[in-house]
T-cell receptor, first 117, second 111 residues
């Protein structure tokens, strides 16, 4: 199997607070994890690529000081939205890369819905 | 021109119909292709994975890649209401490169 979990599945917070989202690969080790953002009825927008033990690579336009990513182990990556504002409200999805015989495949978590009041 | 394009739909079909979902792309170097299904408010679920040109079948699903036309398709036979979802295509050039996702096509299968 290839199961990826996310926690929490939804969170509501006040403006100015920080929120941490966890992404875990449950039955495989993932050297690379990805964080996406998705607005309603729109496609996935890659925010950053996270490799275990090293700094994340952020996509152009994504504030690395606002979206802190930590990939401390082969099964866990965290995204912390710092000083959240209403415009940060979105659906955040992680994925983990699983190695196969000839290539790797991305498996997605169920997503976390963040609402900032 | 976007790197990967999909008709956003919505595409509505009656139950039992054959559904054809398509993506076009501009980068001829893409050689790894995937199809994902995403239900509302859920993460995408991997359906099919193909390398280079050709067909791949898995149950009711068939993925087809035509690299000469830069065109990939996903066919769903005997469509069911439970197939109603958004279908995303994704592709990349080489092993280790990030995948580029299409915007998705919303499919509605009517009972």
């Amino acid at each position: 199997g290839a199961v990826v979990s996310q926690h929490p599945s939804w969170v509501i917070c006040k403006s100015g607070t920080s929120v941490k989202i966890e992404c875990r690969s449950l039955d495989f080790q993932a050297t690379t994890m990805f964080w996406y953002r998705q607005f309603p009825k729109q496609s996935l927008m890659l925010m950053a690529t996270s490799n275990e033990g090293s700094k994340a690579t952020y996509e152009q336009g994504v504030e690395k000081d606002k979206f802190l990513i930590n990939h401390a182990s082969l099964t866990l990556s965290t995204l912390t939205v710092t000083s959240a504002h209403p415009e940060d409200s979105s659906f955040y999805i992680c994925s983990a890369s699983k190695q196969g015989p000839s290539t790797d495949t991305q498996y997605f978590g169920p997503g976390t819905r963040l609402t900032v009041l | 021109q976007k790197e990967v394009e999909q008709d956003p739909g919505p595409l509505s079909v009656p139950e039992g119909a054959i559904v054809s979902l398509n993506c076009t792309y501009s980068n001829s170097a893409f050689q790894y292709f995937m199809w994902y299904r995403q239900y509302s408010r859920k993460g995408p679920e991997l359906l099919m994975y193909t390398y280079s040109s050709g067909n791949k079948e898995d149950g009711r699903f068939t993925a087809q890649v035509d690299k000469s036309s830069k065109y990939i398709s996903l066919f769903i036979r005997d469509s069911q209401p439970s197939d109603s979802a958004t279908y995303l295509c994704a592709m990349r050039r080489d092993y280790g490169q990030n995948f580029v996702f299409g915007p998705g096509t919303r499919l509605s299968v009517l009972p």
